[in-house]
């Protein structure tokens, strides 16, 4: 048992090898503009995908679970709206645990549809998406969301704080990640998370309840949703109402770039955090070579479809499909 | 004197640790219905896949008149004229009869439009010779089992066949099915065609083959006359090995009842199934596929639910809804497949084993891995399970280690029943002897046991009684004194003992 | 009867009977909560309702025979996009500059091979990667709008010729020129699943795709041809709209793909493949155009419309899994 095989060397290779491109990448970048690796950009990077960051969390016990969720985007403009009107309307204190009621109810309602009632989760999601975009243009009035007193308010202490001299948003990033990390890793929820992705069957077998497993992966995920909503709407004070749209194809992105594969079963909160990261620096480095932000989308194809036939190509040992 | 068909001369094929075809030679002759016998692992699926492409012989080679043929896979086998019925259909149901049969070979006219003339035409024809009830356009979705099988028999005609093979073709058919089933054999050998017939059903061989041949082993046998012959004799041909695994004596007291299944009937799948379990014996079921042991075992576990009958654990009556609620009621399951039911391959050796008991080893709100890890280390060493680490994924054990982290997963949670579907099934002899020592010392130590399984060896060996089952339904129960190879066999192939039941 | 028969018919009735129900709804409800005079059922709101049903339509016929595959493409709405961009575009560029109106067929051509083009590179990674086709179309669904953007800037694309807007304007017995494309798409697209070798292979492929690759099919090429076909089929619907309208934003097209499926999954197209067909995907079409014109004739707007749009695709999802119980057979995991 001492040699590897060739799956097992093509797998290892297959995974670092988006470490080593990673690595290429920034000290191409940082030849092309020394100003990528001052600390003030990297934490600036940091600052600005914790956010997106804090949705990969949630989407990373989704997909361990063999699921997918294309509904984040959207949930989150909810969230940041909804958080931003209650806020003027009942006071802050009041407004969050409200939104995140609402949120964690939309939530439920995919994990029952997906969970209970066994239904595609592509597809469930996919019509989510478009009802949640619909609720928020309803509530929103399509108008954007403004809070009125901007100064007065400790709202923004989420998205534009400092606390021990790191910006909040990367604190609740961290925190975040770090407890969800060690329910996934360290706890019987966990376990079972990755029991149901890996082969649901034989979960269900040996007595793990795969409806409510599934159904609570995306509470989890409405969760972290609405914290990055609360996260945003504090960090503007104000929003548009689509201001999550795109964000569940850069989220499934940084999870599929973190190594989680997404057929279920495996993947880390450590490893998603990796590919957020990667993702960002990514992304920055093309705007400070002056490139667009459109050419990240194509860039983010790219490795996408990279990132996941690698992965499928180390797991049946041939580059090439076989189909005929 | 007449070419046979087919010859297969010296056949051997081995795969890792086993032989399973050694030195097999068989004929068909054009125009005869050759049955092919053998207990389940005595080979003859694998020397169908040979015959068929799927495998490639490791020696031996196989004729066709006089010359060698290679058979490169599925495709080529069917171009030189040898058809496979296959026990799963494998057709598409949104497609007409027509389009099935002739499925990758539609007739063309201009611009790919299909000929659908000509299609009805040639289907036609084929569906007349075959005197079926249905037509070209009908869905094959709509039609019964015995109607889609016919279906395949039809796509076998597209081709002019030389040898037709069916692999247990009347599991799912009805006696008026069945006959019109025989017709059209009859029908396929007045044509010249050589029928190789699979099946352990005595009844069907003794009506309409002409000889028999039968493996053990992976080893020829030899070839008889079905009208010389008689079940006996091909039962003997089929069994009559030096058993070197004792008959099951045994030494200990029985406890009470720990289960008691009465009069549980689930469809079609099983019919007025009656039997109990006490503590400190092993109870076997023993038959062919289909004859409904799993599904009774999956009734068992909450995995599907009874449409009658009463399930008694410890006396009570109990209604079993899931897999988590049989858990709860100490009832273990080791599944018939143990990759796709009984492990998550992706994950390590302890946490496959720890799984049903995940909420119960806890440190506070985390899993208690200390407790987890003395779980597997106890159980690997009780079952001598190899593996470097606990860290070893479980799908890179071998498949003997694999069965026996799914025995040990269950066992750590001291089951008032333990269900055994397949306990070696595709295991090294090694391994097999060790699971069968075992089973036999859970019953010593007062486990109430129910083992299925399909090799009679093992079920001779760890049962002290057998439940013999055919076609959904118990034929005979057996203690370990009455039961000899003969009167098992003929149970499991639905043939009734002389005396009232 | 098999359990699934009952089903079968009730669904491919199915869609016809909730338009009727929607005619008859929106109707009735337009007459007390509708803002306009007219009535709901005219004779010219249903001509206006078949006009405005070709964008989708035409793209929802290329969809139903991707699914019908057993593979699916989410990147319709980009190659919408591109293909419009192209279409606007190329007329304004000087190599064309001598032709006149003769421009016109040849942008068309551009625009088509380009959506062509587009269709057959998923397809193509789709067969020789390996990767599932809704990821690489994902994938795609992000990548072509980058080239939207690249191509357009934020700015939108405009160029008006005015005799591609009169012919696009047009009308031919009765029908507007879009109305027409929908009709022949929706023909040729039930031909080529009813009645080719092509289109039966396709079936059989999403179907049992086992028995299709043991019967010699080559399901690699198939696929191929299929998203080729959507590609194409996405250009011309940008074609036909583009014509009259003379002017593309950048994020146009975008959810189209949703509003495709959601058509096609109405119209009686399985998810996994193996069933569906043109005729009940133009049923599908309707009904949500139908569902949208209603909604704004009862005085609801777009946002509301997003959602109901949504939460009708899950409730046929749900629907369909409740027609599909199989019972006894079925294994509770």
């Known amino acids: 048992m001492a040699t590897l095989t060739k799956h097992q060397i093509g797998s290892v290779l297959a995974k670092q090898g988006i470490l080593i491109a990673f690595v290429a990448f920034m000290i191409a970048f940082t030849i092309a503009n020394p100003k990528f690796l001052t600390p003030d950009n990297v934490l600036s990077v940091v600052r600005s995908s914790a956010i997106l960051g804090v949705m990969a969390l949630g989407v990373t016990f989704v997909v361990i679970s063999g699921n997918l969720d294309l509904s984040v985007g959207s949930m989150m403009s909810f969230s940041t709206i909804v958080v931003l009107d209650l806020h003027d309307k009942i006071g802050p204190a009041m407004a969050i645990p409200a939104m995140f009621a609402m949120t964690l109810a939309l939530g439920a309602l995919i994990g029952f549809l997906v969970g209970y009632l066994k239904l595609n989760s592509l597809i469930v999601t996919l019509g989510m ?164 932000f459109y050419v990240q989308f194509v860039v983010t194809w790219v490795i996408i479809i990279l990132a996941v036939w690698l992965d499928i190509a180390a797991k049946r040992g041939k580059l090439l499909s076989p189909i005929a | ?90 057709l598409a149901e949104e497609l007409s009869v027509a389009e099935n049969i002739y499925l990758g070979e539609l007739p063309r006219k201009s611009f790919g439009r299909v000929d659908w003339s000509t299609l009805a035409e040639k289907t036609n024809t084929i569906l007349k010779k075959l005197n079926v009830g249905f037509d070209a356009t009908t869905l094959v979705g709509d039609l019964s089992i015995a109607n889609q099988q016919m279906v395949e028999i ?17 599991a799912s058919l009805t006696d008026a099915e069945k006959s019109v089933l025989f017709d059209v054999i009859a029908d396929l050998k007045a044509d010249g065609v050589g029928i190789i017939y699979i099946s352990h059903r005595m009844e069907e061989i003794f009506k309409i083959t002409d000889r028999i041949s039968v493996l053990r082993d992976g080893q020829y ?71 409904g042991r799993t599904e009774i075992a999956e009734t068992l576990f909450g995995l599907r639910d009874p449409s009658a009958g009463k399930i008694l654990l410890n006396g009570e009556e109990v209604r079993i809804s899931s897999p ?102 595709g295991i090294d002899v090694g391994s097999k002897s060790e699971i069968h020592k075992l089973l036999r010392e859970l019953a010593a130590q007062g486990y109430a046991v129910m083992v299925i399984s399909s090799e009679m060896p093992e079920v001779l060996h760890v049962s002290d009684r057998i439940v013999a089952m055919y076609s959904g339904q118990i034929m005979r129960t057996f203690t370990s004194d009455e039961v000899t190879e003969e009167n098992l066999i003929q149970a499991i192939s639905g043939i009734t003992p002389g005396q009232a039941a | ?146 080239i939207v ?20 304007e047009a009308e031919f017995l009765g029908l507007a020129t879009a109305s027409w494309f929908l009709l022949a798409v929706t023909i040729v697209i039930w031909f080529l699943m009813a009645k080719t070798v092509h289109g039966r292979n396709v079936y059989a492929i999403g179907d049992n795709r086992e028995a299709a690759v043991n019967a010699g099919i080559r399901v690699g090429p198939h696929i191929m041809i299929n998203f080729a076909i959507i590609g194409f089929l996405a250009a011309l619907s940008a074609v036909v709209f583009y014509s009259e309208s003379g002017s593309v934003n950048p994020n146009d097209g975008q959810l189209y793909e949703l509003w495709v499926i959601t058509a096609v999954v109405l119209g009686g197209t399985k998810i996994t493949g193996g069933a569906g067909n043109a005729i009940g995907t133009f049923g599908g079409v309707l009904a949500i155009q139908l569902l949208r014109k209603g909604l704004g004739h009862i005085g609801a707007d777009t946002s509301t419309v997003n959602l109901v749009i949504g939460l009708i695709l899950i409730a046929v999802l749900i629907l369909d899994r409740q027609l599909n119980v199989k019972g006894k057979e079925e294994l509770k995991v």
């Open chain 2, 154 to 170: 039809a796509r076998a005609l597209t081709v002019d066949a030389r040898a037709v093979i069916f692999d247990e073709p009347t």
């Open chain 3, 1 to 146: 009867m098999k359990p699934g028969k009952m089903s079968k018919m009730l669904k491919s009735g199915a869609i016809w009977g909730f338009i009727v129900l929607e005619l008859v709804f929106f109707s009735v409800a337009g007459e007390f909560l509708s803002l306009s005079d007219k009535a709901f059922m005219d004779w010219e709101n249903m001509l206006l309702l078949l006009k405005q049903s070709a964008p989708i339509g035409i793209i929802a016929m290329g969809m139903t025979i991707v699914m019908v595959n057993g593979n699916i493409d989410l990147s319709v709405g980009a190659t919408f996009a591109i293909a419009a961009i192209v279409l606007l575009d190329s007329m304004t560029w000087p190599i064309f500059a001598g032709l006149g109106d003769w421009v016109i067929p040849v942008a068309w051509l551009l625009a088509l091979t380009v959506g062509t083009v587009l269709g057959a590179i998923n397809g193509f990674i789709v067969w020789k990667t390996g990767v599932d086709a809704f990821i690489v179309t994902l994938g795609s669904m992000l990548g072509y709008r980058g």
């Open chain 2, 221 to 291: 046998q030899g070839t008889v006359d079905t009208a010389a012959s008689n079940e006996e004799s091909v039962t003997q041909m089929m069994i009559g090995r030096k058993l070197d695994l004792s008959r099951t004596v045994s030494d200990h007291e029985l406890g009470e009842v720990a289960l008691e299944v009465r009069g549980l009937s689930c469809g079609d799948l099983y019919t007025d199934i009656s039997f109990e379990v006490r503590r400190g014996e092993v109870v076997g079921f023993y038959g062919l596929v289909g004859a």
């Open chain 1, 129 to 292: 998406l478009s009802a949640i975009h619909g609720l928020t243009l309803t509530y929103s009035g399509g108008k954007n969301m403004d809070i009125a007193d901007k100064e007065g308010t400790w709202f923004s202490v989420f998205g534009q704080g400092t606390a021990l001299g790191i910006p909040v948003p990367i604190l609740i990033f961290l925190a975040l990640a770090a407890f969800l990390g060690l329910v996934l890793a360290k706890t019987g929820f966990g376990r079972k998370i990755y029991a149901v992705g890996g082969n649901g069957t034989a979960a269900t077998f040996s007595g793990i309840r795969r409806a409510r497993t599934v159904f609570l992966c995306y509470i989890m995920s409405a969760g972290c949703v609405a914290t990055a909503g609360l996260m945003q709407a504090s960090r503007s004070l104000g929003s548009q109402n689509t201001v999550g749209q795109g964000l569940e194809l850069e989220v499934l992105a940084a999870v599929i770039l973190g190594g989680a594969s997404l057929l279920g079963g495996s993947g880390t909160v450590f490893k998603t955090v990796i590919g957020v990261l990667i993702l960002g620096f990514i992304q920055n480095g093309l705007l400070i070579m002056g490139l667009q």
């Open chain 3, 149 to 168: 953007f690249m191509l357009n800037g934020e700015q939108p694309t405009s160029h008006l010729n005015w005799t591609l807007v009169d012919f696009a």
């Open chain 2, 1 to 90: 004197m007449t070419d046979p068909v087919l010859r297969l001369e010296g056949i051997v094929k081995t795969f890792p640790g086993v032989r399973a075809l050694d030195g097999v030679s068989f004929s068909v002759m054009p125009g005869e219905v050759h049955a092919l016998m053998g207990e389940n692992g005595a080979g003859k699926s694998t020397l169908m896949k040979v015959l068929g492409g799927i495998h490639q012989p490791d020696g031996g080679a196989i004729y066709m008149g006089n010359d060698v043929v290679v058979m490169a896979g599925p495709l080529e086998a069917k171009a030189k004229g040898i058809v496979f019925i296959h026990q799963e259909l494998s």
């Open chain 2, 324 to 425: 988590a609620d049989a858990i709860a009621r100490g009832i273990s399951l080791v599944p018939e497949d143990r990759k796709g039911q009984g492990l998550v391959l992706g994950m390590n050796c302890r946490d496959n084993m720890t799984l049903p008991q995940i909420d119960d080893l806890k440190a506070g709100p985390f899993v208690a891995e200390g407790a987890e890890i003395a779980i597997f280390d106890q159980y690997r060493d009780r079952l001598d399970i190899r593996t470097p680490s606990w860290k070893q994924q479980v799908g890179n054990l071998s498949g003997g280690n694999q069965q026996k982290i799914v025995i040990g997963k269950w066992l750590s949670m001291h089951p008032n029943v333990l269900i055994v579907d397949e306990p070696t099934r």
